[in-house]
């Protein structure tokens, strides 16, 4: 199964839009958030989506200073699913309370973006560690923001 990089821009352009944030939470737990939604929560801190507020990006890796990034609108970017789906590209993206995706329509957040491609093996590129399970992680594409 192909390893799918999390929180990464993998195509670069027009789209793409990342920006700098404080991480509502400790250093352990940012790292642990890559690849899963952010809110915003105030107008320089950002946390995981938790279905409360409004779906801000998705949360890239931790920098100097306790900050992320924040991938904005981009296209193809790794991000944590739910758990193991069956993906079918093109098809309708949804947020779950614990800030990871899914294709499940029901008690989830519905945001602008689609799947684009089938399920693989998530890596944390900053830390080389890969998520657990087979099938963590899956690219979708937000050109316009959530």
Same mark, same amino acid.
């Given at each position: 199964?192909?390893?799918?990089?999390?929180?990464?821009?993998?195509?670069?352009?027009?789209?793409?839009?990342?920006?700098?944030?404080?991480?509502?939470?400790?250093?352990?737990?940012?790292?642990?958030?890559?690849?899963?939604?952010?809110?915003?929560?105030?107008?320089?801190?950002?946390?995981?989506?938790?279905?409360?507020?409004?779906?801000?990006?998705?949360?890239?890796?931790?920098?100097?200073?306790?900050? !992320?990034?924040?991938?904005?609108?981009?296209? *193809?970017? /790794?991000?944590? &699913?739910?758990? =193991?789906? #069956?993906? %079918?590209?093109?098809?309708?993206?949804?947020?779950?309370?614990?800030?990871?995706?899914?294709?499940?329509?029901?008690?989830?957040?519905?945001?602008?973006?689609?799947?684009?491609? !089938?399920?693989?093996?998530?890596?944390?590129? *900053?830390? /080389?560690?890969? &998520?657990?399970? =087979?099938? #963590?992680? %899956?690219?979708?594409?937000?050109?316009?923001?959530?």
């Amino acid at each position: 199964m192909a390893e799918i990089a999390l929180a990464k821009p993998v195509i670069r352009g027009n789209s793409d839009v990342v920006e700098n944030f404080k991480f509502n939470g400790t250093l352990a737990e940012a790292i642990v958030a890559v690849g899963k939604a952010a809110k915003l929560i105030d107008a320089d801190t950002v946390g995981v989506y938790d279905g409360t507020g409004t779906p801000y990006g998705v949360i890239g890796y931790a920098e100097i200073g306790g900050r !992320v990034g924040v991938v904005r609108t981009a296209e *193809k970017v /790794g991000v944590v &699913l739910d758990s =193991a789906l #069956t993906i %079918v590209p093109g098809s309708a993206v949804y947020i779950t309370d614990t800030g990871t995706f899914t294709n499940v329509a029901t008690d989830n957040t519905a945001i602008n973006a689609t799947f684009r491609d !089938v399920a693989g093996d998530g890596i944390n590129l *900053k830390t /080389g560690i890969k &998520l657990t399970t =087979a099938a #963590t992680a %899956v690219y979708i594409d937000f050109p316009g923001g959530f």
